[in-house]
Every structure is written in C-alpha cells, then in structure tokens.
C-alpha cells in the first residue's frame, strides 16, 4: 500500500509525464535507497510505460541501484584529480579496512563501498564521502574512527 | 522581494536603482564563499557564526550584511572569507576566527594578519584578494561576479547589471541582430568541441520545424573538472539569462537546463533561480512586456557520462536511455523528439550576456586568433594552488602552471600536464610554452576539452595513466558500437597486463592499431576520442611503456605489481608513525624497534611512504630490482645499540 502511494505521488508531481520517467526514479532512488523490482513494476503501471523499458533505464544509470544498499555509503572520489593524488591505494585502504570490494555492500548491511568519477572538489583530493560528509586526505586513524562511529 | 512582475525596461532600471539605493558602498559586505570545496571545510558554519558575531557585537550599521556566495576559485584554501570593499582576503577561516574578525577587521578596519594567504615561494603574507597570485594573473570576465553574488538572491545579480543584457537583446536587437553580434565575437563552444556558437544558433534558426529547444548542458562529466559546477552554483542566473537571449536569437520558447546528478547544490540554486525568474518575468509569457515567451524545465541527469554527447543528452531529456545517435544530421536541425534543439555547454551560455552588453568587438579583442575570450580551467592535480582559475586564451600552459598554479608542490619535478579529461591527452615538458588555444592543443594531441588541467608530476605513470582513462571510458561506454564497446575493452586488457608486469612484445603496436580502428569507425565522439590519452603518452612516453614491458620497471614507482616497499634500516628511528598509520597491520617491530615491512600482508598503499617524516626518509619504493632482506631476521635489531 505505502509503496503504490509513494509511487503515485512521485508520478503525480509530474503530472504522469512519460518524458519524466528518469525523474520519477531518481527521486524514488532517494526514497527508497534503492530501486525494488515491486517499485519498477509500480512505476510502469501507474506511468503506463512498458516494463522493459523502465528496467532498460533503471539499470543504465549509475545513480539507481537494483540492489539493496548499506545504511552507510562509503564513496571513494576515482576522478583524475584524485587518481593523481592517490585515490587507488585510499580505496585499497579503506576496501581493506572494511573487509570488502568496491560496489559491495557488507553482509550485516552497514556499510556500502562505492566509487564515483569526480565529485568536482578536486582540490581535497583524493576525496571520500561517508553519508553526504566529504573527508579530504583523511588518515588511516582517522578512517578507523570515521567508520567506528558509523553504526 | 520577488513579489512584483517586470513588464518594461522602465520597470527593471526601477527596480535596480531601489535594490541599489538600499546598499551602501561605503560599508562593508563580508563575503564567505560556500562552494562545494569550502562547504566542506566548514564555510557554512563560518557564515553561521560570522551573522551571530555581527548581530552580537552590535555592527548592524556598519556591515551591511554577510552574504554566502558561490565557489571563488581557490578551493585549497578554503574556507575563503573576503571583506569589501577592502577586498581583504581571508584564508583557511576556523570558526574561532569568527569572533576577532568581526571586531578587528569589520568594527575597526584592522587586518588580521594569520588569516592572510602566505605565497609559498616569497613567504609574504598578501592581505588583498586581487594581489594573489592566483587571482593577480587572472581575467575573471566570467567567473569574477561569482564572488559578489549569493546564489539565491535574484537581487544581487540585478545589482550587478544583471539582465540588462536581456532587455537590450529584446528591446534594442532583432532575434537576427542578436545572432549576429554572436557570429561576430567569434565565441566557440567551451563544452570541449569548439565549435562556433553563433553557426551552430543560426542551423537551429533556420532549420524547418516547431518548437525550437535550447538546452544548457551542465553535464560536466569529464573528471577534473568542475567549472560548469561552480558557474551553475554561484551565478545561475548569469547562464539562465544567456539561454534566454540565446531562445530569443534562435525563436525558441521552450528550454532545459540538464544537470548532472552528482551536482545537487547546482540543481537546487538553478531551481530557485527559474522561480525568482519566473516571479520576476524573466521568463514565461511576454517576457519584460515584449512579447516574447520562453520556460525553461531543469532536468537532473542519472549519472552516465555519456549523456554530455549532446544526442545522448536530448535522449536523456525525453526520458530515454541516454546513448548517443549517429549524427547524419545534427542535434542543432532534429534533436529533442526531432526539433531543432541547440545545445550549448554552462561557460559558453555565461559568456552571451556580456557579449550583448560589451560587444563582440569586446570579446573578440581578447584571446587568439582562433580563439576568443577567456576560458576557466580547473586547475587540479600535483599542483600549488588548486582551484578554478579564468585566464585569456593564449595564455601557455607554463603560465598557467607556474605563474597561477604556483608550480608542483613539495619539490618535485612536472612530468606532464593532462587536458581535456577522458577524451584529451597528456602534454609534456617540452610543450609547456604552447598558448592555450583549441587549435594548438588539438595540434599536440590532446584538446581543450571543458577546462580540466591535471597537472601531473614524477610519481605519476605514463601508463597507469592510460589506463586509468581507457578503463573510465571503457566502463562509460554505452555500448552501441563495436569499436568503442570492443575496442577499450581490448586497450583495457593490454594496459592493465603493461601495468601489472605481463606486457609482451607487440603490445604497443596493438594499441597503436586498436586505436585507429576506434578513431575512423566509432559512432559518437567518446569512441573517436577515448584512445587519446593512450596515444599521448605512448607518443610523449614511449621510454616508460618499454620499461614496463621490457625491465618489468615502472619507473614512476607507482604500479602496485612491479612496486614494493621497503624500510631502510640504516634510516629508520623506529618513530611508529608508519607501524600505527599501517591499514593492513604489515609493518612489524615497536618503540625502539626497527621497523620492517611483511611483503605478504603489504597491500602497497603508500601510507608508509606518505607518513615517515621527510627528515627520516626511510621508507623506500622500489622497482625493477630485487627487495633487500629485512633487517637481521627474526631478531629486530634495536635502535638504541645503533647510537
């Protein structure tokens, strides 16, 4: 029930246009977290647009995952700013603290460990945000404690 | 504010005189910049306090107000306060400041000396903002306003001449005459082709079919850069009033501006900028009174980068998967649902405002002779002062890297310097003195691109970084033709196999060979140009793709697999910092205890590296020879017996 409806309000704010359809996803992404099979099927019902379709542009963008995702997003900066200054081995860090891969989401759903191209604040590189919060440069006790506070 | 409907230019001189009688030149305005950069050093708090402070310390009257506005540019050393009209610049702000800022400097006009920049080749603390390095050597036509302006106030862009341009568009100009002045001023697209504005405005002019779209391309996907960011953060109405002249020249009445997802403060400054726009008559029906309509819809991108290709972006506007289409006939006569919809990229629609207010003489008697006006660069990498800088075409690259930069930090030597993101090259020393120009740096094998300048320095490899590119175009490939889709997935396998020490004989060649079938056959200008980093630095760097293949040397020391580390036990002090700072728990010893590395945990992150303190130095790379043992094994030799 309280998933139709939040369907319907995401739809309904855009007047049920079929040109809105990556819009109505991407705010239901940051409603839900991610993108459950019952909500594409919702959508394309409700948006009247065929199921196939919806799925193609679900799992085309970056930005919707299919998956369920961690109550903690680890996202590691990958753009070349940050390459330069050494975000593949920030990554192999914080992947080997974390006891898991990138685009891996932890087995008791803490933690997510992503990797994005660029968030355009290439003078902190090489950048990590955790929960909307960007770390520049940070060390590996700084890491440890960043991530012993994220229950 | 925001209440009353524009409808004449009488109206909108009106308007400006009352915003401006409200401000008084004379007293203070103190700016802090909250860009993205700055926000996350904690300039949003800075500003919180430095309002209470003000109120606190009863100064109403002699500070007019404290405004938060947009990226200044100079992320390193953010957060960045700026005090007017003094313009005394205020570096690296910590809450604590707050305080002594107001009653020093505001209260009685004395300057704060530790909050000044300290130029790190004089060691001169500069009190004014324009007496930076950074900033002196800048021409900051575009990007300058910036720093006056908060974001969501409609008012302070009004104060500044804002849409004056659009009046004058409407009621001093034909669509034509406007199209014309455009033409004249030569303005190519800062987007990254370069392509005249003014040709492509009048194809979608003259091209059969209703409506007409223009769109705004604010996918700035290309990593490194981030000017199209800042420009849409801190002054959306400067690109808003460009689209809506550019609408006029070319007869559309219906526009987009395509946002990037990983932008949300720029999505949301735009979408306030439009309701203040609507509320004021800037857009929507008879706009100003003239006559002439025009609304605009933001539409947020969903991460690909794919979708800044103009066809794959229209795609994307119609709610389609944002691949690109083959380009029999551009985007500029059937693009969005087959109209004519022109396209053009943040910086480029920024620029139209003042080409309609100063001239396209103005614009045309800066730069070169293929290239006009200013461009802004991101100046990002193994380089002093990062940060957004706008500097005239023409300008070299030395300059911008030496002058403005302030050239590689901590002593090292500059290996090369990339551009153009994923599609541009890498350019080495020996072209340091080429001016920045679309046609000079296409010459050398790289391009202009959207502005992003790496700079790159000694410990970066030439071949990791080909990698580094081809792999990111490989994964933002949408897949729809075979040379792009098979192509970087093969140039990906024999980079990585050169990086990890299993390169062969021929290798470079296949690369040499891949990429031309890329270059002739691909379908969108991603597949024609993701070979380009690869063939740079094999052009510029040959001696280190054969070091890899050949001696299994990386000689930049910094591919993982032909890499280690070692801890020199001669120059260690046992100091711990490398022991505490080790994520994987593979440095062993202790206080007092010489400190050595166990290759089999070691996940070569560099940490090691990075910490031991300078004047140690004892933590070495090597590669391409064979690892010294660890210190007398087993046993840890102590350091007190070394003294």
């Known amino acids: 029930m309280k998933l139709s409806k939040a369907v319907k309000r995401a739809v309904g704010s855009y007047q049920k246009d079929k040109d809105m359809l990556i819009q109505i996803l991407l705010d239901l992404q940051s409603m839900f977290g991610w993108l459950p099979q019952e909500v594409l099927m919702e959508v394309s019902e409700q948006l009247e647009v065929p199921i196939t379709q919806v799925y193609q542009i679900a799992s085309y963008y970056k930005a919707f995952s299919l998956m369920p995702r961690g109550r903690h997003i680890v996202k590691v900066c990958l753009g070349t700013a940050c390459q330069v200054r050494g975000s593949p081995r920030l990554l192999d860090t914080i992947a080997a603290m974390l006891g898991m891969k990138p685009h891996e989401t932890s087995k008791n759903m803490r933690f997510t460990l992503e990797t994005v191209n660029c968030l355009g604040c290439c003078a902190m590189g090489p950048v990590v945000v955790v929960d909307s919060m960007y770390h520049s440069k940070p060390s590996t006790p700084a890491l440890r404690k960043i991530f012993e506070t994220a229950k | ?643």
């Not at chain 2, 009004?158 to 004058?168: F, R």
């Not at chain 2, 009445?253 to 900028?273: C, K, M, W």
């Not at chain 2, 103009?310 to 380009?327: Q, R």
């Open chain 2, 1 to 643: 504010m925001g209440n009353q409907r524009i409808s004449s230019v009488k109206e909108l001189e009106k308007l400006r005189k009352e915003i401006l009688s409200k401000r008084d030149p004379g007293k203070s305005v103190v700016t802090v910049c909250t860009g993205t950069a700055c926000q996350t050093y904690g300039s949003l708090e800075v500003y919180g306090k430095l309002v209470d402070e003000i109120r606190k310390q009863g100064l109403e009257g002699v500070v007019v107000e404290a405004k938060a506005t947009g990226c200044h540019g100079f992320c390193e050393q953010g957060p960045v306060v700026v005090i007017f009209p003094q313009e005394i610049c205020y570096v690296k702000v910590k809450l604590k400041d707050v305080p002594e800022i107001v009653s020093a400097t505001l209260a009685q006009g004395r300057v704060i000396e530790r909050l000044l920049y300290k130029d790190p080749v004089t060691g001169q603390r500069i009190a004014k903002d324009p007496d930076i390095p950074l900033y002196k050597n800048q021409m900051r036509i575009v990007f300058g306003n910036n720093r006056y302006i908060n974001p969501r106030e409609i008012d302070d862009y009004i104060a500044l001449g804002g849409y004056s341009a659009l009046s004058k568009s409407l009621f001093q100009m034909t669509p034509k005459q406007v199209l014309e002045e455009i033409k004249k001023s030569n303005l190519r697209g800062r987007g990254g082709g370069g392509f005249p504005t003014g040709i492509k405005w009048e194809t979608t002019r003259n091209a059969p079919g209703e409506p007409k779209y223009a769109i705004v391309n604010c996918d700035e996907g290309d990593p490194g850069a981030y000017m199209d960011r800042s420009l849409m953060e801190g002054n959306p109405h400067g690109v808003l009033e460009g689209l809506i002249i550019g609408a006029y020249a070319i007869r559309s009445h219906e526009g987009f501006i395509y946002v990037r997802q990983e932008y949300p403060i720029a999505s949301e400054n735009t979408i306030q900028a439009i309701k203040q726009a609507e509320e004021y008559g800037f857009l929507g029906e008879s706009i100003l009174g003239s006559g002439f309509d025009f609304k605009v819809t933001i539409h947020r991108g969903a991460g690909a980068f794919v979708s800044g290709e103009s066809s794959a972006l229209m795609s994307a506007i119609e709610g389609k998967v944002g691949e690109p289409k083959m380009k029999y006939i551009h985007t500029a006569v059937s693009g969005i649902k087959e109209r004519p919809s022109c396209l053009n990229n943040v910086e480029t629609w920024a620029n139209v405002p003042l080409i309609i207010n100063k001239g396209a003489e103005w614009l045309s008697s800066i730069g070169t002779d293929g290239s006009k006006g200013t461009k802004i660069f991101s100046l990002v990498g193994k380089v002093n002062n990062t940060g957004l800088v706008e500097v005239p075409m023409g300008m070299t690259l030395r300059q911008l890297i030496y002058d403005i930069g302030g050239g590689i930090p901590q002593g090292k030597k500059f290996k090369a310097v990339q551009t153009g993101g994923p599609s541009g090259g890498v350019i080495p020393e020996q072209y340091l003195d080429t001016p920045i120009d679309f046609d000079e740096l296409t010459r050398l094998g790289s391009m202009m691109g959207s502005g992003g300048t790496v700079v790159m320095d000694e410990d970066t490899c030439m071949v990791d970084t080909a990698r580094y590119f081809i792999s990111f175009c490989c994964e933002e490939s949408c897949g729809k033709c075979i040379p792009c889709r098979e192509g970087l997935r093969m140039l990906r396998e024999i980079l990585t196999d050169i990086c990890e020490g299993k390169g062969q004989e021929g290798d470079i060649e296949a690369i040499e060979d891949i990429a031309k079938v890329m270059q002739d056959a691909s379908l969108c200008a991603l597949g024609t140009t993701a070979a380009n980093p690869a063939l740079t630095t094999l052009k510029y760097f040959r001696d280190e793709y054969q070091a890899h293949i050949k001696e299994k040397r990386c000689p930049a020391k910094a591919c993982k697999a032909l890499t280690s580390y070692y801890i020199d036990p001669e120059k260690c002090t046992a100091c711990m910092i490398c022991f505490k700072n080790c994520p994987t728990e593979a440095i062993h010893g202790g206080k007092g205890i010489i400190h050595w590395i166990e290759q089999e945990k070691c996940i070569k992150c560099n940490t090691c590296f990075e910490v031991c303190p300078p004047r140690f130095s004892a933590v070495r790379r090597i590669s391409g020879e064979p690892l010294p043992p660890p210190p007398a094994p087993e046993t840890k030799v102590i350091r007190d017996k070394k003294r």
